[in-house]
Nanobody, 121 residues
């Protein structure tokens, strides 16, 4: 059974940084789509970034140059380093695992419970 547990969210001022972590069990962080997605209040869930088979990072345009996705296969953990945070980054962030076209939210079969990120301007 696949489990994903996120941590690292919090409240920061605009321009600040946070690092999200996702500890994975039941599958490998180096297999398939491993992604970060987010959902802001009143908005649809959206893809933020992903790696595929442990590499090939890919980002949505609005977070490029600010966010970095990485994985530690020894710890079976996925990370999202978020720098230069903006108010529009405020959302619940989810770690997810799946297969297929990784930037598509429907590619993800397994989800964590989410961690809240709040950025104040």
């Amino acid at each position: 059974q696949v489990h994903l547990v996120e941590s690292g969210g919090g409240s920061v001022q605009a321009g600040g940084s946070l690092r999200l972590s996702c500890v994975i069990s039941g599958t490998s962080v180096s297999r398939g789509c491993m992604g970060w997605l987010r959902q802001a209040p009143g908005k649809e869930r959206e893809w933020v970034a992903n790696i595929f088979d442990g590499s090939h990072p890919h980002y949505r345009t609005s977070v490029k140059e600010r966010f970095t996705i990485a994985q530690d296969s020894a710890k079976n953990t996925l990370y999202l380093q978020m720098n230069s945070l903006k108010a529009e980054d405020t959302a619940m962030y989810f770690c997810a695992a799946g297969s297929g076209f990784c930037p598509d939210t429907s590619a993800y079969q397994y989800w964590g419970q989410g961690t809240q990120v709040t950025v104040s301007s």
